[in-house]
């Protein structure tokens, strides 16, 4: 069975400063690996997705992430954030051919002034 | 941009009282999708439809949830008789289907938010 583990739950960062949220998954093949943001009381939108190839995947608002198959890792980065990015963010894990994902618990991002 | 359109946005309901939320994925998508999201959780899978068909409902509690999805577009996920721990937010996504490039890609929309007194 796949699983995906976010290891904090609230990360605070300074506006303009970097972000690096992490993102740790279990699953015995190539994962497809995801990365979605949720505003309050809102449904999810995608970031970014890594399905094969570079390791290096850019994605909207001017976040990136990186896959790391030694370190079953897909860590999300931004390099300065801005105060809109205040919000929660879901690490998932889906298959080739399998179409459900399953997420993470979740990291609440705040931004301080 | 294509949405998914879920109804009502939030329901009040008091336990033991039936509740119906509806779900119109985007158009053209084979694949739809009933997540719950319990307060400070990351979603979880409560029902997958391939067109009109169940593909995965492994974690629905069918003794009080049941969903539908009969002409393979639009989906009613209902729950009776609510309980308190119902509480949640319930998702609906959608995706192209597998075999389809962007199978793998959800769409989600702004959710149900449910409240059980």
């Known amino acids: 069975a796949q699983s995906v583990t976010q290891p904090d739950i609230h990360i605070t960062v300074s506006e303009g400063a970097s972000l690096e949220l992490r993102c740790n998954y279990s699953y015995g093949a190539t994962p497809y690996l995801f990365w979605y943001v949720q505003s309050p009381g809102q449904g999810l939108q995608l970031l970014l997705k890594y399905f094969s190839g570079d390791t290096l995947v850019q994605g909207i608002k001017g976040f990136e992430a990186e896959f790391k198959r030694s370190q079953s890792s897909f860590n999300l980065r931004k390099p300065s954030v801005h105060w809109s990015d205040a919000a929660e963010y879901f690490c998932?894990?889906?298959?080739?051919?399998?179409?459900?994902?399953?997420f993470g618990k979740g990291t609440m991002l705040l931004v301080s002034p | 941009e294509a949405e998914v359109a879920q109804s009502p946005r939030y329901k009040i309901t008091e336990k033991s009282q039936a509740v119906a939320f509806w779900c119109d994925p985007i158009?053209?998508?084979?694949?739809l999708y009933w997540y719950r999201q319990i307060l400070g959780q990351g979603p979880e899978l409560l029902v997958q439809f391939q067109d009109e068909s169940v593909v995965d409902d492994s974690q629905l509690p069918k003794d009080r949830f049941s969903a539908e999805r009969l002409k393979g577009v639009d989906s009613t996920l209902k729950i009776q008789p609510a309980e308190l721990g119902d509480s949640a937010m319930y998702l609906c996504a959608s995706s192209p289907g597998t075999g389809y490039s962007g199978a793998n890609v959800l769409t989600f929309g702004a959710g149900s938010r449910l409240t059980v007194l």
């Open positions: 158009s053209g998508h084979a694949t």
């Open positions: 998932a894990v889906g298959a080739k051919g399998y179409s459900t994902l399953t």
